[in-house]
Every structure is written in C-alpha cells, then in structure tokens.
C-alpha cells in the first residue's frame, strides 16, 4: 500500500482541492498517513495571500530536506496557489521538491506522479498567466477540479463543500487571488445541482457552496437562460434530505434583492452572510480600488437586515494598508463597533508582488504598528460577540452537530460529553451530548453565552433516549475527531 501525506493552508477552496486530490488518490491505491516521513507522497496544498502562509511551506519544505536525502525515492509535490504563483521558483528555492501543480491542474496530479516514479524527472503543470493569452485561452487553462466526490475524505460525512465558481474578476489592489485562481468562470448548474443530489444520496445535510464573489455567481447557458445562486439555492431546497445551504464569500457590490429574499424564504437557507468590507475609510477602499464606499457598505448591510430578519453577517477587514492614516484606521474602529457583526475576520496587510498595490503603493506601515491595529480592531470585534451572544440566550436553535468539543475531546466521562455544531446564524453553539447526535439537526435553547461560544442544551423530544443501548460509545468512528483531514495551519 502507497501513502500519501498532505497539508493544507488556506481558504475553504483549499480545503475542498485536498480533499478530492486525497479521493482521487485513493482510487490509485493510496492510503493517508497523519506522519509525513511514513509518506511515499508528500504534499503541500498552498496559500499566496499573505506571505506568512507562504513562508511556512518553505520552512516545512526545508525540514524534508534530510529525509528526501535519506529517502529519494519520497515524491514531495507542492500544490496549489503558491505552486502556480512561483512555478519554477519553487524548485529554486526548495530543490526537493518533485512536481509544481498549480490550481488549475490538480487533475493532472496522479499523472504527474506516476511521470515522477517513471522518468525521476521534476514535473511542472501550471495554467497560464492573466496577460499571456486571450480570456479565453486564460480560461481554458484554468479548470475547475471536481471529479467525483469520495465520502469518506470528508472530515464529516454529512457536511459538503461545493464549488459554484472558480477564479475572479475583481482586481482588489492588495490581492493575488485574479492572478493564482485565474478568471471567474461559473459552474454550470447542471452540474452543481447533480453533484449536490450525489451528495444527498450520500447522507449529506449541509452544503456550503463555494466561490471568492459566490454572489456574482451566474450562469448562462447555450439557449440564453440564465441561472443566479438564488436559482441553484431554489433548486436545491427542494431536495429531500438536505437540510442547510450556506455561501460563501460574498461581494458587497453584488449582493441584489433575488438572493436576499432566497435567504429569506428558502427554509433550507443558513441565515448567514459573509460579505468583506476591507476598510471602514473611503480613502482606503479606493486604493484598494473594492468599487464601493463605506456608505454604499451601510446601505448594503441596512438591506440585508430589513429584509431577512434576524440574519447574522461576518466580514473581512485589513489593517495597516499602504497609506492608512490613524484616523483612516479609526474609520474602520467605527464601522466594526456600529455593524454588529457576527465576527470580523481581521488581517495585517501584506505586500504581493503581482498585484497593483505592490507596484503603485509604498508598504509604509509597521509590523509592529499593523499588529497594535490588528489587536485593538479584534478588541472591538470581540465585545461585540459578547453582546450579540448575551442577546441571544433564551433562543430556540436548530444546530447541526459536528461532534466532540476541543474541551470534550479530553474528555473520558462515561456519560454525556462536551459537543459542538452550528446554528442557522453560524454562530458556535456547544452543549452536553451523546454520540447519536452527531450528524442531526438538533433544536437547542441557548442557556449561556461567552465572547466566541453559545452554550446550550438540547430539547430532546420525550421518550428519546441518549443511547440506544445504554452504552456511550464515544470511539473516533462515531465522533469523527479522527477523519479531519489536512487542517490549515494558517
Ligand atoms: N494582505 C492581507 N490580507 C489580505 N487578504 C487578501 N489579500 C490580502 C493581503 N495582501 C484578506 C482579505 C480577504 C481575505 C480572504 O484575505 O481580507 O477578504
Ligand atoms: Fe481578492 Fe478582491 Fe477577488 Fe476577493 S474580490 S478574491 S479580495 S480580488
């Protein structure tokens, strides 16, 4: 038997590109190992958006180099946007490294391998940049990876990414996604709609569909017709078995009343928006060219709010970007204590060559500086997830469980445990439990609330027993605290 180890950082997009690379190994006879040097593949799914996550993957490459001397027959691949941002300079600087597979070429990887066990040649497979080519050749190059889904790969089975989109248009100054994931394509419906009713068939409950604008997402086909993702959310609120739809990440600019009335009234749809603001300073988001202004921003979140009631929204914000004043950053220290977000997503700035930012603006603030921003914006954020959690004690709540807590993990009770899962607002809702809820959607009442958790207790309907048997069987098989796989580091 062939192992195959892989680590992955990054976004939701990664995760999903490792999790069918592992399937599609696993039908070429791989195994998976938790330990890299018990490895005959190693692999590295990569991040380019900020340089941290790129300078780990050089540091863990570094850390191999003595075992692919001791060992060179070990196929050590680096995947993903870090592979089709630097191409050959990967193997500049870490020379250990056998194949280059950018994001989108992952199809090729088992090929790619078995051309490194054949020829012991390095291998290289990236698309084509932004400007070499016309779109449409750029287009073809990219190609969105989604071959058959392999159940057991998920972390939990009853839980699924899908990917509606691939790539972006947008252009934010700061950001190298446009360049590594290519142009925005959509998926068609025909197949995100056959792929999520697999799914289902499969056990799966909850969806969360995919894309870097998900709310740009449309599609049309050859007769004309258009598709939206409010039309694929329709669709699949139909289908029997699944429970829960949720999207992510959305476009400020882009978010028309279509969707929100689906969020609305679809019963399947998570209350649930994730929507970037960046920066609270129109300065700011100019240079940072988002195509909106703060006050665009409120309008945007003001609609959301009348019109699905009770949504909860999360957004993405960096601090320390070139130029940004104290009182530009003060902006942003307003927005996130007006808004009420359900969580901010707070990152420091960092510089990327291949974008416009890095080539017009000056990176002229501080690591020490961007830090001190970074802490007193979390500050803000965080005093907010008090209130908005206190508000909610009291509620009823249908959570779909995921399994043990962290703290239940530890755990040796031979009785209910610490458990976890999520409401329909996403927020964290952790409870005593017992193994057969892992994988129910459970209606609890929310007894207590922290800065990050809601704690609650389940109203179980009379005369259902916590276990069938009278035996608490709490092994990694019926909690899944085993199966995850590939957890980003970043
Ligand atoms: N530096 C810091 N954060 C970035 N992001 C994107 N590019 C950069 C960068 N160069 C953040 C944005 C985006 C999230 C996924 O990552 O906030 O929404
Ligand atoms: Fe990057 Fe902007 Fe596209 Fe988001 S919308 S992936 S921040 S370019």
Not at 121 to 127: G, K, L, N, R
Not at 155 to 166: E, H, L, M
Request: charged content about 30%; glycine content about 8%.
């Amino acid at each position: 038997m062939k192992r195959v180890f892989i680590e992955t950082v990054g976004c939701q997009m990664n995760i999903l590109d490792s999790e069918l690379v592992i399937g599609s190994l696993r039908r070429e006879g791989y195994e998976l190992t938790r330990e890299p040097t018990q490895a005959d593949l190693i692999l590295f799914n990569t991040c380019s958006v900020r340089e941290h996550a790129e300078e780990k993957i050089y540091s863990a490459l570094g850390r191999l180099n003595g075992h692919k001397r001791d060992f060179p027959d070990t196929v050590i691949g680096v995947l993903g946007c870090m592979a089709q941002k630097d191409q050959e300079l990967v193997r500049k600087r870490a020379p250990i490294v056998d194949i280059v597979c950018g994001t989108g070429q992952l199809r090729q990887l088992p090929q790619l391998v078995s051309e490194v066990l054949r020829t012991r040649e390095p291998q290289i497979a990236v698309s084509l940049g932004r400007k070499e080519a016309s779109r449409h050749e750029v287009e073809t190059s990219f190609e969105s990876y989604d071959p058959i889904r392999d159940p057991s790969m998920r972390p939990t089975p009853f839980q699924a990414f899908v990917r509606v989109q691939i790539g972006c248009d947008k252009f934010c100054t700061y950001c190298i996604v446009p360049s590594v994931r290519g142009p925005e394509q959509s998926r068609s419906p025909e197949h995100i709609l056959a792929e999520v009713r697999q799914l289902v068939l499969e056990g799966c409950k909850e969806v969360t569909l995919l894309g870097q604008t998900v709310n740009s997402y449309e599609y049309v086909s050859g007769d004309g017709r258009r598709t939206r993702l409010s039309d694929l959310m329709a669709a699949m609120n139909g289908y029997e078995g699944l429970e829960r739809i949720r999207f992510i990440t959305s476009f400020p600019k882009d978010m028309t009343p279509d969707l929100l009335e689906a969020v609305r009234d679809l019963p399947k749809a998570a209350k649930y928006l994730h929507v970037p603001v960046q920066s609270g300073c129109d300065d700011v988001l100019k240079r940072m060219k988002r195509l909106y202004t703060v006050g665009e921003y409120r309008d945007m979140l003001a609609r959301c709010r009348e019109a699905i009631p009770g949504v909860a929204i999360s957004s993405d914000f960096i601090v320390g970007f070139c130029g940004e004043s104290e009182a530009s950053f003060r902006k942003s220290c307003d927005l996130v204590a007006e808004s009420m977000f359900r969580n901010s997503y707070i990152f420091k700035y960092s510089t990327r060559p291949g974008t416009k930012a890095h080539d017009l603006f000056e990176d002229d603030i501080t690591d020490l500086e961007k830090r001190r921003r970074n802490n007193e914006l979390l500050e803000i954020q965080n005093d907010n997830c008090l209130i908005d959690h206190r508000s909610r004690i009291g509620d009823e709540v249908d959570v779909l469980v995921e399994g043990l807590s962290r703290y239940g993990e530890k755990s040796s009770d031979n009785g209910p445990r610490q458990m976890t899962g999520r409401a329909a607002t996403d927020h964290i809702v952790c409870f005593p439990g017992y193994p057969r809820l892992v994988g129910q959607m459970v209606k609890m009442k929310i007894v207590d609330a922290s800065h990050f958790t809601l704690f609650g207790e389940v109203m179980t309907a009379e005369g259902v027993a916590p276990t069938s048997d009278g035996i608490w069987d709490w092994s990694p098989a019926t909690t899944f605290t085993e199966r995850r796989i590939g957890l980003p580091v970043v």
